[in-house]
């Protein structure tokens, strides 16, 4: 996880982990694991429990993203298959439709104070009320608070006309592209 973080690439990151999200409360395992997932901006797409019993439901299975701005569309399938409900998300992907825009903002994560910006969201989630019997408002509320604190930190700022070029060419990596700018000097030197 720590390279799909330094390498700044929109990840998807899906399965069944075994720790229920709706225990946050009452479990240090499950605070230490959303710290974690928070700390390497994962968003939680599946808020709804996909594990239900007679008498209890649990939120095992998820889906995270680090690009929040992204418009998905999550679901799960009520269904007899196993005793999991199928769990899906649809996602608008500019690699299908490419976008043209005159303007492309991105987080601008250089002077990010990780944390600064953890405590923050620590600070936020203890102030937040109990919200007993509604295990979904509780997932909303983090989410909210994780998106509200990651706009104060990591602004959005417009990129350049190169670089809003290379959005739909993600096979371009850092170092072609400096390879393609050296030789485009080169080439303007020889005119």
């Not at 982990?17 to 997932?37: A, E, G």
């Not at 009520?78 to 996602?91: A, C, G, R, T, Y």
Request: hydrophobic share 35%; charged share 20%; proline share 5%.
């Amino acid at each position: 996880m720590i390279s799909l973080v330094s390498d700044k690439v929109t990840y998807y990151i899906c399965g069944n982990f075994n720790i229920n999200l709706l225990q946050h409360k009452s479990s240090q395992q499950v605070k230490n694991y959303t710290n974690l997932m928070l700390a390497y901006n994962c968003t939680q797409i599946i808020t709804r429990p996909t594990r239900i019993a007679d008498h209890s439901a649990t939120l095992l299975d998820r889906m995270y993203t680090n690009y929040i701005k992204m418009p998905v569309q999550p679901g799960i399938i009520l269904s007899d298959l196993s005793d999991h409900l199928p769990s899906f998300v649809l996602i608008k992907s500019s690699c299908l439709k490419p976008k043209h825009s005159s303007i492309t903002l991105r987080h601008k994560y250089k002077n990010l104070d990780k944390s600064t910006f953890l405590q923050e969201i620590k600070d936020a989630l203890d102030m937040q009320p109990v919200n007993n019997g509604n295990p979904c408002q509780v997932v909303d509320d983090i989410h909210s608070i994780f998106n509200n604190t990651m706009q104060k930190h990591t602004p959005l700022q417009s990129l350049l006309r190169n670089k809003r070029k290379l959005i739909n060419k993600p096979w371009i990596t850092q170092a072609l592209y400096k390879s393609i700018k050296e030789k485009n000097k080169i080439y303007r030197s020889l005119e």
